[in-house]
């Protein structure tokens, strides 16, 4: 149980172009998302944290307009990075967590993110 | 906010031996400690968590401890093998009532590897 997909797993593009990352929870209702960047060698650094049918709440720092965050259903949330540039490359991971188990945090296996 | 430290940075054994992973966290208020397992390239796994109202937890060959005296929980693998190499992440919230969301404080990661 507590399987967490992300779409795609991996994703090139051109400098400019907008990129759709997917997040979906398999088998459980997931009431709050959280999305995370990780550089290389690094810790995970939480961008946003989503409730279902609510807006995004950003982290500071995190330009909402850059980085948007769609949380439609209890089962998907998506982060769409608009106008990608090269330094947008990374490591992009969700997580979901239920209302039953607020606490503990599922995650993805992470998109990486290549801009050109 | 919490801050969170781990040591160490990297570790190495032998495989069959022992392997401790320490944490400290700054805020009175925490009392939720997930340690996450993250293999390269992947996202984060949940390996074991615990929760402030008991200090010991084990699962086979993982045990986590905690002492809330003194701020600080543990991560204890035994009879380590080459598939426990990874990237470990200690992490830490408060359980707060009503709505509000569980944001993770993570330690800054500790690379293992186990030698055969």
């Known amino acids: 149980g507590a399987v967490v997909s992300q779409h795609p797993s991996w994703v090139i593009c051109k400098s400019g172009t907008s990129v759709k990352i997917e997040c979906r929870s398999l088998?459980?209702?997931?009431?709050?998302m959280f999305w995370y960047r990780q550089f290389p060698k690094q810790s995970l650094m939480l961008m946003a944290t989503?409730?279902?049918?609510?807006?995004?709440?950003?982290e500071q720092g995190v330009e909402k307009d850059k980085f948007l965050i769609n949380h439609a259903s209890l089962t998907l949330s998506t982060l769409t990075v608009t106008s990608a540039h090269p330094e947008d490359s990374s490591f992009y991971i969700c997580?979901?967590?239920?209302?039953?188990?607020?606490?503990?945090?599922?995650f993805g296996p992470g998109t990486r993110l290549l801009v050109l | 906010g919490e801050n969170v430290e781990q040591h160490p940075s990297t570790l190495s054994v032998q495989e069959g031996d022992s392997a401790v992973i320490k944490c400290t966290y700054s805020?009175?208020?925490?009392?939720?400690f997930p340690w996450y397992k993250q293999e390269l390239g992947k996202g984060p796994q949940l390996i074991i968590d615990?929760?402030?109202?008991?200090g010991e937890k084990k699962d086979q060959r993982i045990a986590v401890t905690l002492n809330k005296t003194a701020k600080h929980f543990s991560l204890h693998i035994t009879e380590t093998q080459p598939e426990d190499s990874a990237v470990y992440f200690c992490?830490?919230?408060?359980?707060?009532?009503?709505?509000?969301?569980?944001?993770?404080?993570f330690g800054k990661g500790t690379l293992l590897t186990v030698n055969p």
């Open positions: 989503s409730n279902e049918g609510s807006k995004a709440t950003y």
């Open positions: 615990i929760r402030s109202n008991v």
């Open positions: 992490a830490a919230t408060p359980l707060l009532s009503g709505g509000s969301n569980y944001k993770l404080t």
């Open positions: 088998d459980f209702q997931a009431t709050t």
């Open positions: 997580s979901a967590s239920s209302w039953g188990l607020r606490e503990t945090q599922y």
């Open positions: 805020d009175s208020a925490s009392n939720y």
